[in-house]
């Protein structure tokens, strides 16, 4: 007789008292390939997530936050200081500043999504960092001046950081639509309780338009190709993997397998960028740093594509023209080989910093 795998046992088992006792669902072989069927990961079992970073992976419902030795260098912290996470995320890069301005310090965690900003609040007040250490409010840094405000810290902060862009939790949470690795709805925002999603905005957009998109928020080469295959239906995609093929196929013809997942990857990212109105919101961020640092504070700012990039560049050598900071960063700071060989989700990110007047 077979045995019967774990996965098709009955669900629940007597418990020492005589009660059902809920079986915990297990996975056929050993590397699960579905995120809700790797437990282990996602309890956080230090075995399980040691194994997962030895083969070069980022494990299940965490991120690796990039280039934190460089950003710590950059914000100069010191016991004492006070100052904002604009982009708290996992808390990776928090962790690491709140040790550095220790004794004393106080840390304001800011972020606008509001599934991951209560898993990474659980996780941060179980390792010690509550208030007034550690503060989190759910909110876009585009609000950083009112944020201040309303924590009365009008009078200023030593440092202000953000990490832009996606976390390894949206990528590979299910249900979000930032990943065309599984077929789910085309979502991408940031907050679920806000805004359109992306199959909406898509399904209104005209060639010209979505062209535009394409070409600023992702520097996309075929942008008017691929454009003009994604709106020249009456049915436009409103899957994850819907709109994968469809690029794809418009492009098969001249590009290899390898050349149209960079194209995908690039238009999902742009679509990412529209519906949550990123480049708006670090426009906003960039205007008013210089009114949320002390004399002496610093920012920092972690970008991953040349349009955010682009941006806080022109910012702060315009702060520096000016006399609003008194130093920006010489050169861009990039990741380490061995940083983008340890976690090749690294490799694109820029580091810039600049020093208030």
């Known amino acids: ?43 956080a079992d230090p075995a399980a997530l040691e194994k997962v970073r030895a083969r070069g992976m980022t494990p299940a419902g965490t991120h690796v936050p990039i280039l934190v030795d460089e950003l710590l260098e950059a914000l100069h912290l010191a016991p004492g200081a006070r100052g904002v996470d604009a ?11 709140l040790a550095a301005i220790a004794p004393g310090g106080e840390l304001v965690g800011i972020d606008v999504d509001p599934l991951e900003l209560e898993r990474t609040s659980a996780r941060l007040a179980a390792l010690g960092h509550v208030a007034p250490t550690l503060r989190v409010q759910r909110t876009n840094f585009a609000a950083l001046a009112r944020t201040l405000g309303e924590i009365g810290w009008s009078d200023g ?4 950081y953000a990490d832009l862009g996606l976390s390894s939790m949206q990528i590979d949470t299910p249900g979000r639509g930032f990943s065309f690795k599984r077929d789910e709805p085309l979502d991408m925002r940031m ?6 999603p992306a199959a909406e905005w898509l399904a209104r957009v005209d060639a010209a338009e ?12 075929r942008a008017r190709e691929i454009a003009a295959a994604l709106t020249a239906r009456m049915r436009r995609p409103t899957t994850t993997r819907a709109l994968a093929e469809e690029i794809a196929a418009a492009l098969r013809s001249r590009l ?6 960079d194209a995908v990857r690039r238009v999902f990212q742009a679509l990412r960028i529209e519906v949550n109105d990123e480049l708006g919101a670090l426009d906003a961020l960039l205007r008013q740093l210089p ?6 504070g610093r920012a920092a700012i972690l970008s991953f594509h040349s349009g955010e990039d682009r941006r806080v560049k022109k910012a702060f050598a315009a702060g520096l023209r000016e006399g609003t900071y008194r130093a920006t960063s010489d050169e861009l700071v990039r990741p380490s080989a061995a940083e983008r060989r340890s976690n090749p989700r690294s490799g694109a990110a820029k580091l810039r910093w600049a020093v208030r007047a």
Do not use: I, Q, W
């Open 157 to 160: 902060v030593d440092f202000v």
């Open 291 to 296: 009114g949320a640092l002390r004399s002496g």
């Open 1 to 43: 007789m077979t045995e019967t795998p774990d996965a098709a046992r009955p669900d629940d088992r007597p418990s020492e008292g005589g009660a059902l006792r809920k079986r915990r669902e297990r996975y056929a072989g050993t590397h699960p390939r579905r995120y809700e069927h790797k437990y282990k990961e996602l309890a």
């Open 256 to 261: 290899d397998d390898a050349e149209c997942a």
């Open 210 to 221: 979505l062209e535009r998109v394409l070409a600023e928020n992702s520097d996309e080469p």
């Open 191 to 196: 907050n679920p309780a806000r805004g359109k």
């Open 87 to 97: 982009t708290l995320g996992y808390g990776g890069h928090a962790e690491r500043v």
